[in-house]
């Protein structure tokens, strides 16, 4: 294990000059911006995001010290061999699910959970403790925008995450944490599972969502993070379906036409990569599907055609 005590070790592992690093953490306010995304309920999610320094020095922070620091295997976001369908895998089969999702997640992470748990002393001396956690910190709260975010949550959860899957799997109930969902699944059992998990969380400074509480019975439809797990991991039909009518518009009227169309402010370069996005989503769960691998390779043609083969789409924030 690497023990950090000097700010000229630590600038040299991060491949970034110590008067850069202090520099940055001087003056935060000038190195954010807040950028607005629409969420899936019609509201709206700000992010607060750094600009491009600072965002390479957090990047740095993640690449050199946060991906070696201990995580629960419950936790499926934010780390390698993870992801939705990996998470949704977790639960398919089962008689019954629960979802519970912590509110203001980002938001309620402290200061001092982050200093404590994340740069703790063993590894770090003070002044550089101090240094790593103004650089991940932003007022007083995580930002959600900033690269380093995710992994500090996986990092301050572990502990979390250990003691109820503890206690889970004493009931026979599976348990995982996609960021900050949290997913249940087992034949019985499942309506002690909340009093428990609001009694570890609120002794870190959370609380759950309430109106995010959602219990599937069996017999329903069960769903794991966007994807259908009553028998194998699949797309929901209504939305292969929508994935599958754009595509077919695209082609059929051309992507401007069909973005002025629906009224969608994304460029085409933008629309053609969520686009792509989504059709691998399905293609994860399902390899064979033949509509989708015909879509996937009309996109990457399409895109070849308008940019070049060596080029890439952009992303735009």
């Known amino acids: 294990m690497v023990v950090y005590r000097e700010a000229s070790t630590l600038a040299k592992d991060l491949g970034v000059e110590a008067k850069t690093l202090y520099t940055l953490s001087n003056n935060l306010p000038a190195h954010y911006h807040t950028v607005s995304t629409p969420k899936a309920d019609g509201g709206v999610r700000r992010l607060t995001v750094p600009d491009e320094a600072l965002k390479r020095v957090q990047r740095a922070i993640v690449k050199n010290i946060l991906v070696y620091m201990p995580v629960s295997s419950c936790a ?69 925008g900033a ?35 949290l997913v249940f699944s087992g034949g019985r059992g499942l309506k002690a599972v909340r009093p428990a998990v609001e009694a570890e969380l609120r002794a870190l400074g959370f609380f759950l969502h309430e109106k995010k509480t ?27 379906r929508a994935i599958r009518q754009a595509a077919h518009y695209c082609r059929r009227f051309g992507v401007e036409s069909h ?21 691998s989503y399905v293609l994860q769960t399902a390899p064979d599907c033949a509509w989708a691998t015909e879509v996937r390779q009309w996109i990457l043609e399409e895109r070849r055609r308008r940019w070049g083969a060596g080029s890439r789409i952009k992303t735009e924030r």
């Open 76 to 144: 499926t976001a934010y780390r390698y061999g993870g992801g939705a369908v990996y998470n949704a895998s977790l639960h398919t089969g089962q008689r019954e699910g629960l979802r519970l999702d912590i509110r203001h997640f980002f938001d309620s992470v402290r200061y001092s959970a982050v200093k404590e748990t994340v740069f703790p002393p063993e590894i770090f001396s003070e002044p550089l403790r101090i240094l790593l956690s103004m650089l991940c910190y932003y007022g007083d709260t995580l930002p959600q």
């Open 147 to 181: 690269p380093t975010s995710p992994a500090i949550v996986n990092i301050l959860l572990r502990e979390f995450d250990r003691r109820i899957a503890a206690w889970c799997r004493k009931r026979r109930i599976v348990y995982s944490r996609y960021c900050d969902d």
């Open 259 to 279: 973005l002025r169309r629906i009224g969608s402010p994304l460029s085409p370069e933008r629309y053609l990569e969520q686009l792509l996005g989504r059709v």
């Open 214 to 240: 959602a219990f599937r019975p069996a017999g329903r439809r069960q769903t794991v993070t966007g994807l259908v797990v009553n028998e194998k991991v699949s797309v929901p039909a209504e939305t292969r």
